[in-house]
């Protein structure tokens, strides 16, 4: 990006959460996003009837380095194009309006995430992947998909990856896991009891541990020694908004599973090469076997 952006989505999503001074100040940004850029911290704890060591609080809570960073990424803001925002399917509609609506959407989830990604938290967890002995994914339900997603791209470049829907096994191979490995619990509400209740267990045994959830403090990111966020979409009646945020986590995983890539690439290649050649050949003897039974049938 030519500008640092994603100050006024970190501003909106994580108004809710936050204590009374600081989203007196988070709500007089987004209603004032121009004038902030300029203002010190005094100034700004002035006009939202707060104060300067209220705005340094907000910085930290949005996980910010000080008002500076915060001032700059807003400005960055300021100049993208505006978005139409997230938009729901209405009764009846055209498959062509639906094709629109759910790219718009998918588009614009995959931008507020890749504005909500902090650099050193990503280079961090590279590291972690980088050197695991075993990759263990956790999520139940929707994000069960995503772990798996990511079992399949891991395991292609010869790291040992488990993604499993069932818990009991889950706890089973964490119970047992060594500092070596790595636990990635993956949740969009960063809610998910079965999740943060295995991330509390990987942190009693040592383990490093990534959350991967929308953009706050959850139980699960508490549980977690590495904190990357996808954008918490709105969640309309049909639950488009959900499915671009589930695109929005196989995006993440897309950039880890890069960057590993990136970092050893030689390896990588090989590996890959090998993994191909292997699909191939299975899949050259099924074309052989379909080839038989044909002739066999005629």
């Not at 938290?121 to 990511?150: C, E, N, Y």
């Not at 993956?186 to 943060?196: C, L, N, Y």
């Not at 990534?210 to 959850?218: Q, R």
């Amino acid at each position: 990006m030519a500008f640092m952006t994603g100050g006024l989505i970190r501003v909106s999503e994580m108004m809710p959460l936050l204590p009374p001074s600081e989203k007196k100040i988070a709500a007089y940004i987004m209603e004032h996003p121009e004038e902030i850029i300029s203002l010190t911290a005094s100034e700004l704890g002035k006009r939202s009837l707060t104060s300067s060591a209220a705005v340094v609080r907000l910085c930290k809570s949005l996980g910010l380095n000080g008002l500076q960073e915060l001032k700059m990424r807003i400005a960055g803001d300021l100049q993208k194009t505006t978005e139409s925002g997230f938009r729901d399917i209405a009764p009846n509609e055209s498959p062509a309006t639906i094709i629109d609506k759910m790219t718009s959407n998918s588009i614009q989830t995959i931008r507020e995430t890749a504005e909500l990604l902090n650099i050193d938290a990503l280079q961090k967890a590279v590291d972690l992947l980088k050197h695991a002995r075993r990759i263990h994914f956790i999520g139940v339900g929707a994000s069960s998909i995503i772990a798996q997603d990511a079992e399949q791209k891991f395991l292609r470049i010869n790291k040992t990856a488990y993604a499993f829907e069932d818990m009991h096994m889950a706890a089973t191979l964490i119970a047992n896991a060594a500092s070596s490995d790595v636990v990635i619990g993956i949740s969009f509400s960063g809610e998910t009891p079965e999740v943060a209740s295995l991330m509390q267990l990987a942190n009693q045994n040592g383990v490093p541990t990534i959350s991967l959830t929308k953009y706050g403090k959850w139980a699960v990111t508490e549980a977690a020694d590495i904190n990357l966020y996808t954008s918490s979409t709105t969640e309309p009646t049909f639950r488009s908004g959900a499915t671009s945020s589930r695109m929005a986590q196989l995006q993440v995983i897309d950039i880890l599973f890069m960057c590993v890539a990136s970092s050893q690439y030689e390896d990588t290649v090989q590996y890959l090469d090998a993994t191909r050649e292997a699909v191939g050949e299975l899949k050259l003897q099924r074309e052989k076997k379909q080839a038989y039974q044909k002739r066999k049938t005629k």
